[in-house]
């Protein structure tokens, strides 16, 4: 699949943004200006780029939740300074600062409150796409990410088979760390690759190299293609966690040696090395991206710090998490 050059460097525009986006909550965190238990996605940036440049090249439309660490993904749906201040707890959000990172949703944009435990998120989505596809929806789809823990959960086989039976309009999509809060994937499954267990619902499964964005647009452009098509299909990327868990995580359960050279590694300076050598990038374009992303971002969270905290009555409002009448919308 091809490319042009002012896709690349979109997708580099991406990829910078992902890391900005992550540094600026590492820091905001112990700054004291966000609240609460963040999954900082620094080094899976290639991860969201490649899924967003898939989303923005297609006319299909997803309905997804993304997996905790795509928070530009997230981002994307909702609008950027929406995101932000949902993240400061702040009334301008997009849930009015009560959904915190990880229950963000929009359902007009596309973005599913997340199920309260991981592993039922494919379930969940499972259940949407039937619902697309009984409705007569065409090129709608859902978005099923999961990380490599989610993925041994018993309800992910009872959604795959339902998905399966009933040919549903659904894309899973394994984000693989490798580490599953402090779980390593070789100590909770014994496959190489995670998007084998496809096979077991007759559905194609595929496993590309996460720290390449354009890999990942790739397979996530064609896992869409057949899902729009109510072929379910599993897409896998391999990608490494750099931080915790959380922010704060001392990560006392794996060797931190990969630290004393993270540029080997980097998902950001590969993709620059890759664009330079096509002729696309620049040192002088690289510092451009760098600030101007850097300035969205960090004019967000001032935006987001001077409006009003959701107060107590926003926050106990249990209308925003329950339907209270038969039908009702989220």
Same mark, same amino acid.
């Given at each position: 699949?091809?490319?042009?050059?002012?896709?690349?460097?979109?997708?580099?525009?991406?990829?910078?943004?992902?890391?900005?986006?992550?540094?600026?909550?590492?820091?905001?965190?112990?700054?004291?200006?966000?609240?609460?238990?963040?999954?900082?996605?620094?080094?899976?940036?290639?991860?969201?780029?490649?899924?967003?440049?898939?989303?923005?090249?297609?006319?299909?439309?997803?309905?997804?939740?993304?997996?905790?660490?795509?928070?530009?993904?997230?981002?994307?749906?909702?609008?950027?300074?929406?995101?932000?201040?949902?993240?400061?707890?702040?009334?301008?959000?997009?849930?009015?600062?009560?959904?915190?990172?990880?229950?963000?949703?929009?359902?007009?944009?596309?973005?599913?409150?997340?199920?309260?435990?991981?592993?039922?998120?494919?379930?969940?989505?499972?259940?949407?796409?039937?619902?697309?596809?009984?409705?007569?929806?065409?090129?709608?789809?859902?978005?099923?990410?999961?990380?490599?823990?989610?993925?041994?959960?018993?309800?992910?086989?009872?959604?795959?088979?339902?998905?399966?039976?009933?040919?549903?309009?659904?894309?899973?999509?394994?984000?693989?760390?490798?580490?599953?809060?402090?779980?390593?994937?070789?100590?909770?499954?014994?496959?190489?690759?995670?998007?084998?267990?496809?096979?077991?619902?007759?559905?194609?499964?595929?496993?590309?190299?996460?720290?390449?964005? #354009? %890999?990942?647009? @790739?397979? &996530? /452009?064609?896992?869409?293609?057949?899902?729009? !098509? *109510?072929?379910?299909?599993?897409?896998?990327?391999?990608?490494?966690?750099?931080?915790?868990?959380?922010?704060?995580?001392?990560?006392?359960?794996?060797?931190?040696?990969?630290?004393?050279?993270?540029?080997?590694?980097?998902?950001?300076?590969?993709?620059?090395?890759?664009?330079?050598?096509?002729?696309?990038?620049?040192?002088?374009?690289?510092?451009?991206?760098?600030?101007?992303?850097?300035?969205?971002?960090?004019?967000?969270?001032?935006?987001?710090?001077?409006?009003? #905290? %959701?107060?107590? @009555?926003? &926050? /106990?409002?249990?209308?925003?998490?329950?339907? !209270? *009448?038969?039908?009702?919308?989220?």
């Amino acid at each position: 699949m091809n490319f042009s050059n002012e896709e690349l460097l979109e997708m580099y525009s991406d990829i910078v943004k992902s890391r900005v986006l992550g540094e600026k909550i590492v820091e905001y965190i112990y700054s004291g200006k966000i609240a609460g238990a963040i999954h900082p996605c620094l080094g899976q940036e290639a991860v969201s780029a490649g899924i967003l440049t898939a989303f923005k090249k297609s006319d299909i439309k997803t309905f997804g939740t993304e997996t905790h660490r795509a928070q530009t993904v997230m981002a994307h749906r909702v609008g950027w300074k929406p995101f932000i201040a949902e993240l400061l707890g702040r009334t301008g959000g997009c849930n009015d600062g009560i959904s915190g990172e990880y229950h963000i949703h929009d359902l007009k944009n596309g973005q599913l409150p997340a199920a309260g435990a991981l592993g039922g998120t494919w379930a969940e989505i499972s259940g949407f796409a039937w619902a697309l596809k009984n409705d007569g929806k065409k090129r709608q789809i859902g978005f099923a990410p999961y990380g490599d823990g989610a993925i041994s959960q018993g309800a992910t086989y009872e959604a795959m088979n339902i998905a399966a039976l009933f040919q549903l309009p659904v894309l899973f999509f394994i984000e693989n760390n490798g580490i599953a809060m402090s779980t390593p994937v070789e100590k909770q499954s014994p496959l190489e690759n995670l998007a084998d267990r496809a096979a077991a619902f007759n559905m194609q499964g595929v496993t590309v190299d996460g720290d390449d964005p #354009v %890999a990942v647009a @790739e397979a &996530v /452009l064609n896992g869409m293609e057949l899902a729009a !098509n *109510n072929e379910p299909n599993v897409v896998e990327v391999k990608t490494m966690r750099w931080e915790g868990h959380y922010v704060g995580d001392p990560q006392k359960y794996r060797d931190l040696s990969y630290k004393n050279d993270l540029d080997s590694i980097c998902p950001v300076i590969r993709f620059e090395k890759r664009l330079k050598a096509l002729g696309i990038l620049d040192d002088e374009t690289i510092k451009a991206v760098r600030e101007a992303q850097t300035k969205e971002i960090v004019d967000g969270f001032d935006e987001g710090l001077v409006q009003n #905290v %959701a107060t107590k @009555e926003q &926050v /106990l409002d249990y209308s925003r998490v329950y339907s !209270n *009448n038969a039908g009702g919308e989220l």
